[in-house]
């Protein structure tokens, strides 16, 4: 990470405060409708990150504090930025803590408006999403940021950890260092639902790409003489599908998941397809068990290839390619981060909840990085949908947190 370094200055240790400390609701509501209006969809998150350093310079915090790390570098999409990062010292004796946000937002976000209803914000065009996923875990980020400079309030070391192209495959959290991050010991990571729901683990995920070879010819005058990949892709879902290899699958006491997603296959009616591609993935909290999903499906094509035969006997070929997109993790309730996360959501009355997700979270790569991480929602309501909205009190609620976490020492 290219970064300059402020110079260092003897601080008294100061007393925490946070107990007295209350997160400023309007100002972090101008933060929040601030970052919703700006595009950004994934390996676009110049501007996001531009209006993120904008506000923080304008709150006081130091230009040597705030770098770039060069994940962009090492992502497909090859971004416009990477992870934006800012480190703080502390004035107070405690562990580096982290407060985490992806800034990229879904395709259907792209345009939106956002205004307030009431108790929630959406989004004017009724044809785009809102981005709360996560342009409100960035303003809950950046707010805490914020309210720490404007008011020199106490702090153990902080760092705010802007992620790019999570919604891609977590590509951000994946290429981040900790290094450069300044190593943490607690983590927290805003991002979705409720804030007294803590996520403290999540599935792991593998995807494939499956292509088929087939044999083209007439439809009409010679179909024997074909060999098509669609049939071959047929079979091979039926099989799956027959024997609960596909969508929920449960065997001798372990589940998962798998989807065939995408299917590209043919160029005409009258045309034995020649070829075909598929896009799946296997998910589970069990590698284990989840590469033996994925040794199923291999095997379901390579078999339906087999039986799908031209007159003259010859047959199509089978390709996989896959990749881990991020592995699964399970974080002990005796963690730092989610000891440290319950006491904050019970310290505004609420009453905290642990969850494990069946989707990808920055966090699985997070703690695969060396970085155990807890993921605390911000009131975000029916994501990657037009009908998205977002609890204005849950965000309110997850402000309150997130100060509370970044003010106390220990």
């Not at 480190?87 to 946000?101: K, S």
């Not at 079979?235 to 001798?252: F, P, S, T, Y």
């Not at 904050?344 to 069946?358: C, F, Q, T």
């Amino acid at each position: 990470m290219i970064r300059s370094t402020p110079k260092k200055s003897a601080k008294k240790p100061v007393a925490s405060t946070s107990a007295s400390v209350k997160a400023d609701a309007k100002q972090a509501r101008e933060i929040l409708l601030d970052l919703l209006a700006i595009p950004g969809v994934s390996g676009h998150e110049k501007a996001v990150a531009e209006r993120i350093i904008h506000t923080l310079r304008a709150a006081g915090c130091p230009a040597g504090a705030i770098a770039f790390d060069s994940a962009n570098g090492k992502t497909p999409l090859k971004g416009e930025v990477g992870n934006l990062i800012v480190r703080l010292p502390g004035t107070v004796a405690g562990p580096r803590r982290l407060f985490m946000a992806h800034m990229d937002t879904v395709p259907v976000c792209l345009g939106a408006k956002p205004v307030v209803a009431g108790r929630y914000v959406k989004s004017a065009d009724p044809k785009t999403g809102l981005g709360g996923d996560d342009r409100a875990g960035c303003a809950v980020v950046l707010a805490t940021a914020v309210e720490i400079l404007r008011h020199k309030l106490p702090h153990p070391p902080l760092t705010f950890f802007f992620a790019i192209q999570e919604e891609v495959g977590l590509f951000g959290a994946r290429h981040a260092k900790a290094a450069d991050l300044g190593r943490p010991k607690l983590a927290f990571n805003f991002d979705g639902g409720a804030v007294e729901k803590l996520t403290v683990g999540a599935t792991g995920g593998y995807r494939m790409d499956v292509t088929i070879e087939g044999i083209p010819s007439h439809a009409g005058v010679a179909p024997e003489k074909g060999v098509s990949a669609i049939a071959i892709a047929s079979l091979a879902i039926a099989a799956l599908v027959e024997d609960g290899w596909h969508g929920l699958v449960e065997k001798a006491g372990k589940r998962g998941t798998s989807n065939v997603g995408v299917i590209k296959a043919g160029s005409a009616t009258n045309v034995v397809a020649d070829s075909a591609l598929l896009h799946a993935e296997a998910r589970g909290h069990d590698p284990g068990f989840r590469d033996r999903i994925v040794k199923v499906i291999e095997k379901a094509f390579h078999d339906a290839a087999r039986k799908v035969k031209s007159s003259d006997g010859r047959t199509g070929k089978v390709t996989f390619s896959g990749r881990l997109d991020y592995e699964a993790f399970r974080l002990a309730d005796d963690e730092p981060c989610v000891v440290a996360a319950r006491e904050a959501v019970k310290a505004i009355g609420l009453e905290p909840r642990l969850d494990i997700s069946n989707g990808g979270l920055d966090a699985n790569w997070m703690a695969a990085n060396g970085i155990p991480t807890v993921t605390l929602g911000c009131g975000q309501m029916d994501i990657h949908t037009t009908q998205e909205k977002l609890d204005l009190k849950a965000f309110e609620q997850a402000c309150a947190v997130a100060l509370r976490l970044a003010t106390l020492a220990s």
